[in-house]
C-alpha cells in the first residue's frame, strides 16, 4: 500500500493562479496611479514624467502577465518567481520615478563613471584631446572621481605627445625629401609651416637655418664641380653646372669665378662655332642643325648667334629632307 506523502504533489492552479491575478489588479491600479498623477501634474514635470512611467510600464508588463497566468499549469512556481522579480523591478521604476535628476545621479554614479571612463577612453583612442579632457573635468568635478581624472589627465597628455611627435617626424621627413630635391622654394614654405604647427616641440627648432645651411653645402658643392670641369676642359659639363650655378650666386659670390666663366664660355662658344662649321662643310645637317640651335639658345646675343639665325632655315629644310 503506497504512502500518500510518496505520491507528486500538484500545482495547486487556484492558490499559484492567485499572484496572477493580485499582480493583475497592481498593474491596473499602477496604471491608476499614473493618471492620477498625468491629471495632476500641472507645473510640475517631474509628477509627469512618473506619471507617464507609471502608465507605461503598466501597459507594456500586463499582457506578459496575463500570458503567465495561461501558463501557470505547467510553472506555477517559475512564474512566481518571474513574478517576484518583475514586481521588484516595478518597485523600483516607481521609487525612482519621483526622484529628482539629482538623487538619480547619486544611484546611478557606478554606471555613470564607467560610461565617463569608455568615452574618455574612446576620445583618445581618436585622438579628440579636447573632448577627452572635458571629460575628464565632468568626471572630477561632477562626480568627485579626481583620482581617476589625474589618471586619464597624464595618460590624455602622453598619448598627445606621442601623436605629435610622430606628426613632427613625419613632417620632417617630408622637409627632408623637399632639400633632397633641392626644392628650395618649397623647403622654405614647409620649414615655416612646421613651425607654425607645432611650435612647441623642440625638433623644430632652426628649420630655415637647416634648409639654409644644406642650400649652401649644394651650392659649394657646385662650385667645385664646375672648377673642375673647367680645369679638365670638360666644357659641356662645365656650361651646364655654370648655368645651375648661376641661380644660387649673388654678386659677391659670383665675382671670384669670373674669370674662370669667361673663359669657359668664349671656349664653350668657339667650339660650337667650329663644330656647326665643319658639320655643314660636310653637309651633315642633323648634327649642323643640333650645333646651330644651341649656339642661338645659349649666346644668343652674339654676332655668331646673328649668322647662325640666318643659315637655320636652310639647314632645317635639309635636314628634314635626310630624315624623311
Known amino acids: 500500500m503506497k504512502n500518500d506523502t510518496d505520491a507528486p504533489t500538484k500545482p495547486n492552479n487556484a492558490s ?7 499582480s493583475v489588479a497592481w498593474l491596473t491600479a499602477l496604471a491608476g496611479v499614473g493618471l492620477s498623477l498625468i491629471a495632476t501634474a500641472g507645473e510640475s514635470s517631474s509628477r509627469l514624467t512618473a506619471g507617464i512611467v507609471l502608465v507605461a510600464v503598466s501597459c507594456a508588463v500586463l499582457p506578459i502577465t496575463l500570458i503567465g497566468a495561461w501558463a501557470i499549469r505547467s510553472s506555477a512556481g517559475g512564474m512566481d518567481r518571474t513574478l517576484s522579480d518583475l514586481a521588484h523591478a516595478l518597485n523600483t521604476m516607481t521609487q525612482e520615478a519621483g526622484l529628482s535628476e539629482g538623487a538619480k545621479r547619486v544611484l546611478h554614479r557606478r554606471q555613470e563613471r564607467e560610461l565617463l571612463r569608455r568615452a574618455i577612453e574612446q576620445d583618445i583612442h581618436d585622438e579628440d584631446w579636447d573632448a577627452a579632457m572635458v571629460l575628464v573635468k565632468e568626471l572630477a568635478e561632477r562626480f568627485g572621481y579626481r583620482a581617476d581624472a589625474e589618471e586619464f589627465r597624464s595618460k590624455i597628455e602622453r598619448a598627445r605627445l606621442q601623436t605629435l611627435d610622430r606628426q613632427v617626424v613625419d613632417s620632417l621627413a617630408h622637409l627632408d625629401d ?3 630635391t633641392r626644392n628650395w622654394t618649397e623647403a622654405y614654405a614647409e620649414a615655416a609651416r612646421i613651425q607654425r604647427l607645432f611650435p612647441e616641440s623642440h625638433r623644430v627648432d632652426g628649420l630655415r637655418e637647416r634648409v639654409d645651411e644644406s642650400r649652401q653645402r649644394y651650392r659649394k658643392d657646385l662650385e667645385r664641380q664646375f672648377l ?8 659641356d659639363e662645365a656650361m651646364s653646372l655654370l648655368k645651375e650655378l648661376d641661380q644660387y650666386l649673388t654678386p659677391a659670390e659670383a665675382a671670384p669665378l669670373e674669370e674662370v666663366a669667361r673663359g669657359v664660355v668664349v671656349k664653350s662658344r668657339e667650339n660650337l662655332g667650329v663644330r656647326f662649321k665643319l658639320m655643314v662643310q660636310d653637309h651633315q645637317w642633323p648634327e649642323a642643325l643640333e650645333a646651330g640651335e644651341r649656339i642661338v639658345a645659349e649666346f644668343p646675343n652674339t654676332r655668331m648667334a646673328d649668322e647662325v639665325r640666318e643659315l637655320l632655315p636652310a639647314i632645317r629644310e635639309k635636314s628634314a629632307a635626310i630624315k624623311s
Not at 228 to 235: C, D, F, I, S, T
Open 16 to 22: 499559484a493562479g492567485l499572484p496572477f491575478i493580485l
Open 228 to 235: 673642375v670641369a673647367a680645369q679638365r676642359e670638360q666644357l
Open 178 to 180: 623637399l632639400i633632397r
